[in-house]
Antibody, heavy 123, light 107 residues
């Protein structure tokens, strides 16, 4: 059974960079999978941030593309999210997921989810 | 981006009721649509993928249908554990997008 666990700071100052890590167990991140990040603002819906596949190819939401980097750490079987220039609008619950590719790549959408990491942006 | 519009935004129903939620895509997405259930304080859980394929372990009272732009999630006989918010999600193209959610509440 695939399990994911997010870790990172709960509070980030405006203009700073958010760094989150997702530890994966039950599957190798080098296996044929996509790994991604999705966020949910308080009381609001779900927003896909971006995904990375086992080859390191990345796909980002156009509205966040200039600020987002997703990377793999094969030695630790984890992947990471970096989001620069944080503002209050980035306050959200951040989920890491297995999945996040498109049907043309043989994917079916996010299957496994972490429990979420709450990130607040405040000075 | 492909926009997904869910209706209704909320529904009040009693245990045993049949509940239907619809999801309309702004362009054709074939059958590349999933449905998720989210309970308060929990991560979303995949119920259905490819519009009608039940994820392993999901009760058979859940079913999905549709193709192209119009999709439906049906709960045939609502149980107490089904009170939650439901989201549709398309994986036809990037950016991946979700519907706005439908909250199923106790009547």
């Amino acid at each position: 059974q695939v399990q994911l666990q997010e870790s990172g700071p709960g509070l980030v100052k405006p203009s700073e960079t958010l760094s989150l890590t997702c530890a994966v167990s039950g599957s190798s991140i080098s296996s044929r999978n996509y790994w991604g990040w999705i966020r949910q603002s308080p009381g609001k819906g779900l927003e896909w941030i971006g995904s990375i596949n086992q080859s390191g190819n990345t796909y980002y939401h156009p509205s966040l593309k200039s600020r987002v980097t997703i990377s793999l750490d094969r030695s630790k079987n984890q992947f990471s999210l970096s989001l620069t220039s944080m503002t209050a609008a980035d306050t959200a619950l951040y989920y890491c997921v297995r999945g996040g590719g498109v049907a043309a790549a043989g994917q079916t959408g996010p299957v496994n989810w972490g429990q979420g990491s709450l990130v607040a942006v405040s000075s | 981006a492909i926009r997904l519009t869910q209706s209704p935004s909320s529904v009040s129903a009693s245990t045993g009721d049949r509940v239907t939620i619809t999801c309309r895509a702004s362009q054709g997405i074939s059958n590349y649509l999933g449905w998720y259930q989210q309970k308060p304080g929990k991560a979303p859980k995949l119920l259905i993928y490819a519009a009608f394929t039940l994820q392993s372990g999901v009760p058979s009272r859940f079913s999905g249908s549709g193709s192209g732009t119009d999709f439906t999630l049906t709960i045939s006989s609502l149980q107490s554990e089904d009170y939650a918010t439901y989201y549709c999600q398309q994986y036809y193209g990037y950016p991946l997008t979700f519907g706005g959610g439908t909250k199923v509440e106790i009547k």
